[in-house]
């Protein structure tokens, strides 16, 4: 929605009540418009249950503020309702709702992508002059605490002429999450001039002598080391000068009241900087000078001055004494402080490194117990060791099939043809083949007999009669499924559409030749499963969503975060993989097959934390430096790291050309025999899935290159194993969980199980083309993905295999992709492959597009 005010107007304001899903759905607040030249700034994005409240939108200087709802379709919530007006008189803090959740004009801002402080709305506990107050800054109460994904900043406004820094006092005690000068991710940050002035954090402590930070009082209590009610921070260069909460978003179980201070220009001391506030005609408050007019100031508050008033006499006697006394006082002292700034020094160093590793990448947790989803019965009294046992693969594969009409076989895939395609047999996908046995074992278990069997061996491909019945005159519904407009009748063994009543014919093949790989190794592994953390339940609107385990000390980035405490996320860093595969088994044991993963899924925040200084460090050496973190230098600029953007690709634009000429490269005949039309190309931007993607590729590389980072044994490692680009076809229903949530299997990998239970993806456009796979909608658009995958090392799939096969037996390390060969191709350069982490891969690009 646009608004534009008339003119004089700077501000709309925005009533709402708003009952928006935490993360997924949201409202943006911007000044400005999209369909101006100077785009839109960010003012304020709102997500939460339950919410009345009341906003002051800035105006661009052509008077347009833009108000956007941004959904993914799903869940039933109310919504939102508002109203938007003009009001003659100026905003006042009385327009404030309540505390900390409006804005730009209250007192006490909230953090909404970037707030002024306000010098004429700022309060102050003593009188100061007006020209030094910058404002009060807070980031938080009790019953607002900080959302996630935004950031707290306070820009100064401008200072004084005579201003030589800043002041912080504060309200009320720093209340932070206490953490150690090693791994401090809670902290206030002052920058100036690009560069930063100061960080102020509650520190650990367990001896006074540990807080020896000049904004800290030199007191541990309660573990911690308190900061001073105020102090002041030196700025030469106030250009771009804001104040800033860096938080990790995560007290674990203990509440913090976060930030509330004053902000206040400081002047210089009128007599130089080594004369004392008092002898100065100044005023110390709260270890600070205020100095005449009412002006803070640099002279120094020094508790331990001398009193030039003592009697001379004493004076001389005691002078000497307190000399010596302070000497040795001082040299202790100064002693213990640059020992211990020594070694801050060392761990700072290798923090300042850890931290720029840690600030690149987005939403990074990790596991601090065994997690897997609940699947195994009260009553299962099984021994643990038949617990752990591998799942033995089918000794027999049932396939339901349906006679296509021969002059539309070219709609579909090779890997959904059976047998000869003279013969135009097409599978059914696996939810309706799993339907459709069901009610044929029903009807042959009513005592029926049956039709018509046919058993396929894959060695030759031929197939033959099996028994063959009568069935009786029975009419019972469960031998009838019905779906999307027809019936499949296994007494008849037709397929009927309701519509027209037309009839094909169906059949059930019986693969009896499928069995396990020769030699498989068994993996086992003892698992106690008191140390493990088993879930109860899934929250509404997460049953049948994937699920993911966790090891202890596994690395995870989330993507996604619910307001009720559960994330989806994708592990950068396998801690034990053994164990991984052994908890999906064990999730799996009643099933066979589940929507539980080792890599990949929803899982519950309060069993994770912010990964420890040891374990970025793991990460980090997987991984490299940072700048491969970073998004493409091509993309546009992110506005929400965790949300994926879409960038339309224009008529001319070199990118949107490049990707169409390779699209279309295996798209003309005599390979394909259909005429495509480029609909849309869109540039898929989300750097959470990025990232995750990047770190999957530079583990696999750097296995190949040893652990060394050259640019040139890189680039061979990335020639070998990266692949830019495959192709994978979807529709409009998965298409959006793709773009958000990567490829899972649990809703990429269902057309096709020929070569393995992975996400497949085609090295030809024309493969992934087929309707089969690149689904038409209901204007007959179809969906294509242009992807990067790191395909590794790869091996020959196996009919539904969960995973590939084992590559190193001495370390259960598995093969990272397995592949599939059609006609003519060799292990080099196979058609199709098939991943089973879905980092694997990252949709680059959305081609839309039509057959005729």
């Known amino acids: 929605w646009e608004v534009q005010v008339k003119s004089g107007q700077k501000y709309v304001i925005f009533d709402v009540e708003y009952d928006l899903e935490p993360t997924y759905d949201y409202l943006q607040l911007f000044s400005g418009t999209f369909g101006s030249t100077s785009g839109v700034t960010p003012f304020a994005f709102l997500s939460a ?98 959302p996630p994904n935004i950031n707290c900043t306070w820009p100064f406004g401008k200072p004084p ?33 690009g560069n930063v002035a100061a960080e102020v954090f509650v520190e650990k402590c367990d001896t006074d002598d540990v807080c020896s930070y000049s904004w800290q009082t030199g007191k541990c209590e309660d573990g911690a080391c308190t900061v001073r009610k105020s102090f002041d921070v030196n700025i030469e260069d106030f250009s771009g000068a804001k104040f800033l909460l860096v938080t990790d978003r995560s007290d674990g179980k203990n509440i913090h009241n976060g930030i509330d201070f004053d902000a206040l220009f400081i002047g210089s001391c009128p007599s130089g900087t080594d004369v004392h506030c008092e002898d100065d005609g100044g005023e110390c408050v709260d270890g600070a000078c205020v100095c005449d007019g009412n002006i803070p100031c640099s002279c120094p508050c020094d508790i331990n001055k001398v009193v030039s008033k003592l009697n001379a ?31 801050k020094a060392v761990i700072q160093e290798k923090e300042e490194q850890l931290e720029a590793f840690r600030n690149s990448v987005v939403g990074m947790r990790t596991a601090t117990t065994h997690y897997m989803p609940k699947s195994i019965p009260e009553s299962d009294d099984a021994p643990l060791a038949d617990k752990l046992l591998p799942i033995p693969p089918p000794l027999e594969t049932i396939q339901w099939c349906w006679k296509e009409t021969p002059h539309m076989m070219s709609n579909h895939g090779p890997d959904v043809v059976v047998g000869n395609p003279a013969d135009c047999w097409i599978k059914y996908n696996p939810a309706l083949n799993t339907m459709i046995e069901n009610a044929f074992q029903a009807y042959t278990d009513s005592g ?33 499924v019905r779906w999307d407009g027809y019936n499949v009748d296994v007494r008849d063994m037709q397929q009927t559409k309701e519509a027209t009543g037309f009839v094909r014919d169906i059949q059930r093949i019986t693969d009896i030749t499928v069995t396990a790989p020769p030699e498989a190794p068994i993996e086992r592994k003892e698992i106690d499963l008191s140390e493990v953390e088993i879930g109860n339940s899934l929250p509404d609107g997460l049953i049948g969503e994937p699920q993911m385990v966790l090891v202890k000390g596994d690395v995870v980035q989330f993507s996604s975060q619910r307001q009720d405490g559960w994330a989806f996320g994708t592990k950068l ?81 070199k990118e949107r050309e490049t990707v169409i000429k390779s699209f279309m490269a295996t798209l003309q005949p005599p390979r394909f025999s259909k005429n495509v039309e480029v609909v849309g190309v869109e540039r898929i931007q989300n750097l959470a899935m990025w990232q995750s993607y990047v770190v999957k590729r530079q583990t696999i590389c750097y296995r190949e290159t040893g652990g060394t980072d050259s640019p040139k044994a890189m680039q061979v490692a990335l020639d070998r194993f990266e692949r830019h680009w495959l192709w994978h076809g979807t529709n409009v229903e998965v298409m959006d969980k793709i ?99 879905d980092a694997q891969a990252y949709p680059e690009y959305l081609i839309k597009f039509k057959q005729s």
């Open 739 to 837: 773009m958000q949530q990567g490829f899972n299997r649990s809703f990429c990998g269902k057309n096709a199980t020929m070569y393995g239970k992975g996400v497949y993806f085609a090295r030809d456009a024309e493969y992934s083309a087929y309707p089969t796979y690149a689904v038409p909608d209901i204007n007959k658009v179809q969906y294509m993905m242009a992807c990067r995958v790191i395909v590794g090392e790869y091996c020959p799939g196996v009919r539904n295999a969960l995973t590939p096969e084992i590559r190193d037996s001495s370390t259960q390390t598995l093969y990272d992709t397995t592949v599939g060969l059609l006609s003519n191709d060799t292990m080099e350069n196979p058609s199709i492959y098939v991943t089973y982490h």
């Open 313 to 343: 006499s004493l004076l001389w006697i005691m002078f000497p004494l307190v000399v010596i006394f302070v000497c040795i006082f001082v040299w202790y002292r100064r002693r213990k402080i640059r020992k211990s700034r020594e070694q």
């Open 49 to 146: 249950e339950s919410i009345k409240e009341t906003y002051f939108i800035p105006t661009d200087d052509s008077g347009f503020s833009t108000i956007r709802l941004v959904t993914d379709s799903l869940g039933r919530r109310s919504g939102f309702k508002a109203s938007v007006y003009i009001d003659n008189g100026a905003p006042t803090i009385n327009d404030c709702p309540k505390l900390g959740t409006s804005g730009l004009f209250c007192e006490i801002p909230h953090c909404i992508v970037e707030n002024s402080v306000q010098r004429q709305m700022g309060f102050s506990s003593y009188g100061v002059n007006g020209d030094y107050r910058i404002g009060r800054v807070v980031s938080q109460i009790k019953t607002s605490s900080v």
């Open 573 to 653: 860093h396998h801690n034990d993989e053994v164990t991984a595969r052994e908890l999906v088994r064990l999730a799996s044991k009643e099933s066979g097959d589940t929507n539980t993963f080792t890599d990949t899924g929803w899982f519950p925040l309060d069993i994770t934390e912010i990964p420890s200084a040891e374990e970025l460090t793991a990460l980090q050496a997987k991984v490299g430096g940072t700048d491969a973190l970073q998004a493409p230098s091509y993309w546009d600029a992110i506005i929400d790291p965790t949300i994926v953007q879409l960038h339309k690709l224009n008529h001319g634009d």
């Open 161 to 193: 002429s005579e201003a030589q820094g800043i002041r912080l006092r504060f309200n009320f005690p720093l209340d932070l999450e206490p953490q150690p000068v090693s791994a401090v991710r809670d902290k206030i940050v002052v920058k100036a001039g």
């Open 448 to 480: 029926s007999t049956r039709k018509t069997t046919l058993s396929q061996s894959p060695m030759t491909g031929s197939l033959k009669k099996a028994l063959t019945f009568y069935p009786p005159s029975v009419d019972d519904s469960k031998f009838i």
